[in-house]
């Protein structure tokens, strides 16, 4: 598969490592022109805000939320799970989305960035080390969303990881651990048959 990666800010080389050393390859997107050449796209963590403005001056905003429209697989991780997501809490002001995921995501649920933290969870009934950086939380899913993942805290428990059809959405990196089980469940479950 041809995936892309959305490098405009944020941790996009860390993901293209990843889908490289899951056998894929691995393309930038800055562009409309590449986004059409890919088969999938990966969200990259980083400031949602500026990912999302920079999608606008780089006339990328919309072609992207065509895509998903259509179908295409997408994985976002941190930031990239505030892009997909429906509806956002704690945004800022005009605050703009790909969207695509029926959820309501809360940014900076955790904290700021010195209480970013790690820890272990059940993936699909698989632990894995997760790394939450700044990182957001699901406060409500819609009847299609699956939760893959949540994490327990003195607010009550979160879902850290969900899908919602062809779209993958995590608030942690799996990308800054070495770990590609996310990226292959990604690659593997979620963009399964939408690949022709």
């Known amino acids: ?18 889908a490289k050393s ?3 390859a691995a393309l930038t997107v800055r562009r409309p022109e590449e986004l059409a050449e890919v088969d999938a ?13 920079l999608a606008n001056t780089f ?12 179908g295409m697989p997408v994985y976002g991780s941190c930031a990239g799970m505030i892009l997909l997501a429906d509806r956002i809490i704690d945004g800022s002001d005009g605050q703009e989305t790909f969207g695509g995921i029926d959820m309501t995501v809360r940014r900076n649920a955790f904290g700021r960035q010195v209480d970013s933290f790690e820890s272990d969870l059940d993936f699909q009934g698989v632990n894995l080390h997760a790394v939450f950086i700044r990182a957001p939380w699901v406060e409500e899913v819609g009847a299609t969303v699956e939760v893959l993942a949540s994490v327990k805290t003195a607010r009550g428990s979160h879902a850290v990881a969900v899908r ?24 593997d479950q979620v963009c399964t048959g939408a690949i022709k």
């Open 41 to 53: 796209l990966i969200l990259p963590g980083g400031e949602s805000t500026t990912i999302a403005h």
């Open 59 to 70: 006339n990328l905003m919309q072609p992207i939320r065509d895509r998903i429209k259509s």
């Open 1 to 18: 598969m041809k995936i892309g990666v959305l490098a405009l800010q944020g941790d996009f080389r860390e993901h293209l490592v990843a």
């Open 164 to 187: 919602q059809g062809r779209l993958l959405a995590t608030s942690f990196h799996p990308e800054l651990t070495g770990d590609l089980r996310v990226h292959r469940y990604f690659f």
């Open 22 to 24: 899951a056998g894929h």
